[in-house]
């Protein structure tokens, strides 16, 4: 009997993730295949999803939304910063640093700056994005024992 993804199954695959425009963010297809249990967590609920009822040797590709993948891009998670909380010599559109909040680290991009302010992007880079997924499925295994 073939064993089908499902919550708990032991997944290996390969996979890829690619822009519209066919930017591949990500891909593993040229190196160690991933692995995987599914519904433990490492993998957003948009892609695990839909990767159940798939076999050894199914090759799919799926576009997942962006409220499926890493979410809507927020107007809100744009923030003006106060330049004086930079170094001078190292701000510059396009750089990435990372602020303390509550929870730890977040990281944010600079995507503007005038005379004293930054406008920093806080969102996933791939917020607002489909996203497409690639996968071949190399083995399925039922959820094991401990």
């Not at 690619?18 to 593993?28: A, Q, W, Y």
């Not at 839909?50 to 799926?62: C, N």
């Not at 910063?81 to 170094?87: C, G, L, T, Y």
């Amino acid at each position: 009997m073939t064993l089908s993804v499902d919550s708990g199954t032991i997944v290996t695959l390969h996979f890829a993730l690619v822009l519209e425009d066919g930017h591949v963010i990500d891909s593993n297809f040229e190196a160690k295949a991933a692995t995987f249990t599914v519904g433990d967590g490492n993998l957003l609920p948009g892609f695990e999803s839909s990767l159940m009822g798939l076999v050894v040797g199914d090759e799919r590709e799926f576009t997942i939304a962006p409220e499926n993948a890493f979410g809507q891009h927020n107007p809100q998670n744009v923030q003006e910063v106060d330049r004086s909380n930079f170094d001078q010599k190292e701000i510059e559109v396009g750089a990435m640093f990372s602020f303390q909040n509550g929870d730890g680290e977040l990281p944010g991009v600079i995507v503007e700056i005038n005379d004293d302010r930054a406008l920093i992007d806080f969102n996933h880079p791939l917020a607002g994005k489909n996203i497409i997924f690639q996968v071949r499925i190399i083995d399925v295994a039922p959820e094991s024992l401990h």
